[in-house]
């Protein structure tokens, strides 16, 4: 059929070298080191590792604490202060008349509205947002 002179051969076999090189090489380059930006797969450990290591620095760091706000004491958030009122009964304290959010209905609390019991509260900004105390009140918060 075909009738390759010996020099055709030969720049066959070496045409084919180069390209079986340059695809082998290619799948090395294209393989990366796992975790970088080249190959973003990763194990499941790293991803804990650095979502714990994310959390735990936080502005006002993972820790909740309990407070205890006498009858006519006020507790005014700073920015991002996450509040529950766990006892008692309480109103919003909101001076710029926006609110504070409450993450468990997805509404505000405005100005002389009241606490509602055992819903995730965040104060947006250190402006004088809170609330005062009408009977001893028990608190939980994570922030300033």
Request: aromatic share 6%; glycine share 14%; proline share 4%.
């Amino acid at each position: 059929m075909y009738n390759f002179s010996s020099s055709k051969k030969l720049i066959v076999i070496i045409s084919l070298a180069v390209l079986m090189v340059t695809l082998y090489a290619g799948m090395l380059w294209a393989g990366g080191e796992p975790g970088t930006t080249a190959d973003p797969l990763v194990t499941k450990s790293f991803v804990e590792d650095y979502v714990n290591e994310k959390l735990g620095t936080g502005s006002g760091g993972s820790q909740w604490d309990v407070k205890v706000i006498q009858p006519g004491g006020t507790f005014l958030g700073g920015a991002g202060t996450e509040v529950v009122l766990r006892s008692g009964k309480a109103t919003c304290i909101d001076p710029t008349t926006s609110g504070i959010l409450d993450i468990t209905s997805g509404g505000n609390v405005v100005d002389g509205q009241q606490i509602p019991a055992n819903h995730l509260l965040v104060v947006p900004r250190e402006d004088g947002r809170g609330f005062k105390a009408e009977t001893e009140v028990i608190i939980m918060y994570r922030g300033k």
